[in-house]
């Protein structure tokens, strides 16, 4: 391959960068940063490995990126996720970018192998494939590295049991675990892009529907919330009794998943765990259930049982598969069993991303300048980045808010101050 891309289609260019000027438009933070940055260049000879969603908005991160002096190679982190007119805009600025859509597993770890023949001082990640890459196949990268960025819940996970192993060769910030990530993207992003998702392949109204989430986490809790918004009749199932306590207060039915596969109309998963929905559940559903996943890992619903329970499948409209059961009852599968969100829609909107996006461009700068006196371990951003994030966010919206006087500061921690 004479360029060092490989995209689906470079013809789309054009259609990207009208998308991603869109996403631009809506994203304040990350563009007020990149102006900032444009100009001191703080990631001037960093070159930076990227395995995460290839999007309008990740296109924005990635302008950034450069802008503030970074070299990049760039790969998808999901077979299903990439915007092919956004990875050809990128292709032609310039980017080294291997992502396309509907890619098999061989190609996913090409691109990844792709991208690190840029032997980066910075890898930035969504679900630590590429991260866990570094440290299986190349391992002599890894002493290159200065540090790296995970995005999710999932790859934080991974990330914080590799560390307890003992077998992070670099250290890490869990770009997720910042409140302006994860009170944010995996709550409201989640669960608007999770209902696009299902509208987009199925068009059901959801109103008056069984609607099941599995999972009451931050993600779950968006798609809940928005499942209600809709006037469905949510329902919850959950391994965790807090959580599960939680979803009661806010008026959704609790109840195992063996009860629900039973009346449930739309099925979520938002666990980060595999076989949520398994045969037996398949085996209860409704004819014409409608089962997705939201979840990072395309584990949570068990397709080989539902394909062995099966006397057909066919897909009936983009990302929606049919199948049959051996008694005529029809369960629809979304997006292959990959997060519906980013497969059958475009994920967060952008006005989410600007925030988690903002974190990750933020990490990459701390890791830059400081990275080397880190440990091998899993860090989160300090809370102060979450404050001036908002604030920027705030300030773009035309909102003010209160300022604490000093008389109120010193009353905050003046323990004698009683009844
Ligand atoms: N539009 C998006 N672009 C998008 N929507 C959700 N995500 C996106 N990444 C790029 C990620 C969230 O931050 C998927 C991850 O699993 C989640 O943490």
Not at 281 to 300: L, Q
Request: glycine letters at 8%.
């Amino acid at each position: 391959m004479a360029d060092n891309y490989k995209v689906a289609d470079l013809s789309l260019a054009d259609k990207g960068k009208l998308r991603i000027e869109w996403a631009e438009s809506r994203m304040p933070v990350l563009m007020s940063l990149r102006e900032k940055f444009a100009k001191t260049k703080p990631l001037a000879g960093q070159r930076i490995a990227g395995c995460l969603h290839v999007t309008k908005e990740t296109a924005v991160l990635i302008r950034t990126l450069r802008a503030a002096g970074a070299e990049i190679s760039w790969s998808g982190c999901n077979p299903l996720s990439t915007q092919d007119d956004v990875a050809a805009a990128l292709a032609a600025e310039g980017v080294s970018m291997y992502a396309w859509h509907g890619m098999n597993n061989e190609e996913f770890y090409w691109c990844i192998d792709k991208t690190l023949e840029l032997e980066p001082t910075l890898t930035l990640d969504d679900g630590a494939d590429l991260i866990f890459t570094v440290h299986n196949k190349h391992k002599q990268l890894a002493s290159k590295v200065i540090g790296g960025t995970e995005e999710t819940t999932t790859g934080v996970h991974r990330l914080r049991a590799m560390a307890d192993d003992g077998k992070l060769m670099y250290p890490v910030y869990a770009v997720n675990d910042s409140e302006t990530k994860w009170d944010f993207d995996n709550v409201y992003g989640t669960g608007q892009s999770s209902i696009d998702g299902i509208l987009r392949a199925t068009s059901v109204l959801v109103a008056g529907k069984t609607f099941v989430v599995a999972g009451y986490g931050h993600c779950g809790r968006g798609c809940a919330m928005r499942a209600k918004g809709l006037g469905a009749n949510v329902v919850v199932t959950e391994v965790k009794p807090t959580a599960a306590l939680k979803a009661t207060l806010e008026g959704f039915r609790v109840m195992t998943m063996d009860e629900a596969a039973k009346i449930g109309d739309i099925f979520i998963t938002a666990t980060g765990m595999k076989d949520i929905v398994v045969k037996r559940h398949f085996e209860s559903m409704k004819d014409g259930a409608v089962v997705c996943n939201t979840g990072h890992y395309d584990c949570e619903l068990n397709l080989e049982q539902l394909g062995a329970l099966s006397k057909g499948k066919r897909e009936v409209r983009a990302n929606n598969v049919e199948y049959t059961l051996s008694d005529g009852r029809r369960v629809y599968v979304l997006a292959q069993g990959r997060l519906v969100n980013l497969a059958a829609a475009e994920g967060h909107p952008s006005e989410v991303m600007d925030m988690s996006f903002a974190n990750q461009f933020l990490a990459m700068k701390e890791l830059a300048e400081n990275g080397r006196t880190l440990d091998k371990k899993v860090y989160v951003l300090p809370p102060e980045l979450d404050q001036e994030v908002a604030s920027i966010k705030l300030a773009a919206q035309g909102l003010s808010i209160d300022k604490l006087t000093d008389e109120q500061i010193a009353y905050a921690t003046d323990y004698s101050a009683g009844t």
